[in-house]
């Protein structure tokens, strides 16, 4: 039940702004977004926790709906920095009736040019 | 600085053999996970451990199998490596059972020949 994210890829020029969405059929625990630029390990931006949550990093911010069953992810005035492959990670609580887990979408590529 | 290392940044190994993945990390973390990644398919999640000597069967587990003897090391076993198994690999740790705020190490590209 691997969440759906859309778009698979995106470029943009420096100054513009995207969005990133993660769906999932069921209801989420939690939502949590990483970002990987190229050739590094994955590195956590922040998790929602609550229907209706809204949280910011920098220019960076992320959205969970009331049903918890989408997050968007929010770029705005993007930099060359932002460039690199956005997953989100919703968990899965008590996932086979033990402790929970993280299933990842498959990732939304960014690419700002300048 | 928080760390989680793998043992080795790529690795080439012959179909058949059995190959060993190390992960260390110095958080004195509960939780540790393998994920494989592979281009266009994400982050999937091999196995994870919440404990020493526990480990649960992630959403791929079959053709490895993994080892905590100790709680900031996890291992990642292939027993007889195969071509389809060639794949960028990532361990992570987490304060959280729910793997919260994962870190991860940098990984280790496998590639099996």
């Known amino acids: 039940q691997q969440p759906v994210q859309s778009p698979q890829a995106v470029i943009l020029r420096e100054g513009e702004d995207a969005v990133i969405n993660c769906s999932s059929s069921k209801a989420l625990y939690s939502v949590h977004w990483y970002r990987q630029k190229h050739g590094e390990a994955p590195v956590f931006l922040m998790i929602l926790l609550k229907g209706g949550e809204q949280k910011g990093h920098e220019k960076i911010s992320a959205s969970f709906n009331e049903k918890k069953q989408q997050s968007s992810l929010y770029l705005t005035a993007s930099q060359l920095s932002y460039s690199g492959t956005y997953f989100c990670g919703p968990s899965r609580f008590n996932y086979g009736g033990s402790q929970g887990n993280l299933i990842f979408g498959k990732g939304t590529k960014l690419s700002v040019k300048p | 600085d928080v760390k989680v290392t793998q043992s080795s940044r790529y690795l080439v190994k012959r179909t058949g053999e059995k190959v060993f993945l190390e992960c260390v990390q110095d958080?004195?973390?509960?939780?540790m996970f393998w994920y494989r990644q592979d281009p266009g398919l994400g982050l999937r999640l091999i196995y994870f451990?919440?404990?020493?000597?526990?480990?649960e069967k992630g959403d791929i587990p079959e053709g490895y199998s993994v080892s905590r003897e100790k709680k900031e090391r996890f291992s990642l076993i292939l027993e007889s490596a195969s071509t389809n198994q060639t794949s960028m690999y990532l361990c992570?740790?987490?304060?959280?059972?729910?793997?919260?705020?994962?870190?991860f190490g940098s990984g280790t590209q496998l590639s099996v020949l």
């Open positions: 958080m004195d973390h509960e939780n």
């Open positions: 992570a740790s987490s304060a959280s059972p729910q793997g919260e705020k994962l870190f």
């Open positions: 451990s919440y404990d020493v000597k526990m480990k």
